[in-house]
């Protein structure tokens, strides 16, 4: 059995908008949960490395896919995982679809199940607001 959360929500903005918000460094640090080291605020591409710090532990991410105003896909790997897990078992996946004047935005993540401590980070993954943050930059 597989575990993933998602969420969606509609914003008020046209996709190209939205899209800025979610590649551009000096964007995402405004709304993601824990903000990240992109490395310079050049937009995101395939290959990109991020790194998230929590004193001694870290948390990284390759962006394993990009679709120009539609997907970006990241894959993880934290340094308190006791195994290795392959990228493509557990992803963040934000897509967005287009619908005139309006985007829908969703945010995918999982397999929980592959991951160590899978229930404990699930339960966290419900309480994001990164949605909800996106939708209030992009209406600005």
Do not use: C
């Not at 709304?31 to 929590?54: A, H």
């Not at 607001?129 to 930059?137: C, D, F, H, S, V």
């Amino acid at each position: 059995m597989q575990l993933y959360t998602k969420e969606s929500i509609d914003i008020d903005a046209p996709v190209s908008k939205v899209w800025e918000i979610v590649t551009k460094p000096s964007h995402i640090k405004q709304w993601e949960d824990f903000v990240g080291d992109y490395g310079d605020d050049s937009p995101l591409e395939v290959g990109r490395e991020i790194i998230w710090k929590d004193g001694e532990d870290h948390l990284k991410g390759m962006v394993t896919g990009l679709e120009p105003l539609t997907l970006i896909r990241v894959s993880f790997r934290d340094s308190t995982w006791e195994r290795a897990i392959p990228p493509e078992d557990f992803t963040y996946v934000l897509e967005l679809f287009s619908t005139g004047e309006h985007t829908l935005a969703t945010i995918t993540k999982g397999d929980y199940k592959k991951i160590p401590h899978s229930e404990k980070i699930y339960t966290k993954a419900h309480e994001s607001n990164e949605l909800a943050k996106i939708k209030k930059l992009a209406e600005k």
